[in-house]
T-cell receptor, first 114, second 114 residues
Framework: ETGVTQTPRHLVMGMTNKKSLKCEQH?????MYWYKQSAKKPLELMFV???????ENNSVPSRFSPECPNSSHLFLHLHTLQPEDSALYLC?????????????FGSGTRLTVV | GENVEQHPSTLSVQEGDSAVIKCTYS??????FPWYKQELGKRPQLIID?????GEKKDQRIAVTLNKTAKHFSLHITETQPEDSAVYFC?????????????FGTGTLLAVQP
């Protein structure tokens, strides 16, 4: 384990369901990120949190709702998703503001919307 | 908007040959260029990075070159081995800046044939 843990690893949900993805890091990092990874597309930045404050929302639909209760935990709340939202959702963390030292990624949650 | 183009999308080489992956970025303010390796079913992991104050960086069989004028950077893998087979992502960001984001390329699937 690299220190960034995501749960669940796999999730199948209907379009009317509500579910949450969880990310946890114990690396002492201050910044956390949600990325979406779809086939044949670049890793798409969704949200950025720095010291528990959202600093970037990259034009993500409101059916995705992030939450960062503390610097170690990040959630992505999902509701009324569409089949095109099926993807691998990756959480990452970094030591602080800026991209110094790069990111540490979690293993991702493979989401399938049916 | 900011984007990073990556080529080729797939690359097949014989074991022992060299592999080169190229990226172009659009934001001239970018000064940090990491490369991530993602093995099948695993998380992306940082393998090497370069800042804009240098033109080349090496780490054993891996090297990265940067042409800041042309906004190009490349990953070079020499003496490839089967365990080098993975998807490689380039990214561009602002080292030490207030923003906390990396913009990723679309990835290159490298297959090293034994």
């Amino acid at each position: 384990e690299t220190g960034v843990t995501q749960t669940p690893r796999h999730l199948v949900m209907g379009m009317t369901n509500k579910k949450s993805l969880k990310c946890e890091q114990h690396l002492g990092h201050n910044a956390m990120y949600w990325y979406k990874q779809s086939a044949k597309k670049p890793l798409e930045l969704m949200f950025v949190y720095s010291l528990e404050e959202r600093v970037e929302n990259n034009s993500v639909p409101s059916r995705f709702s992030p939450e960062c209760p503390n610097s170690s935990h990040l959630f992505l709340h999902l509701h009324t998703l569409q089949p095109e939202d099926s993807a691998l959702y990756l959480c990452a963390s970094s030591p602080g503001q800026g991209v110094r030292y790069g990111y540490t990624f979690g293993s991702g949650t493979r989401l399938t919307v049916v | 908007g900011e984007n990073v183009e990556q080529h080729p999308s797939t690359l097949s080489v014989q074991e022992g040959d060299s592999a080169v992956i190229k990226c172009t970025y659009s934001d001239s303010a970018s000064n940090y260029f990491p490369w991530y390796k993602q093995e099948l079913g695993k998380r992306p992991q940082l393998i090497i990075d370069i800042r804009s104050n240098v033109g080349e960086k090496k780490d054993q069989r891996i090297a990265v070159t940067l042409n800041k004028t042309a906004k190009h950077f490349s990953l070079h893998i020499t003496e490839t081995q089967p365990e080098d087979s993975a998807v490689y992502f380039c990214a561009a960001g602002l080292y030490g800046g207030a923003t906390n984001k990396l913009i990723f390329g679309t990835g290159t699937l490298l297959a090293v044939q034994p």
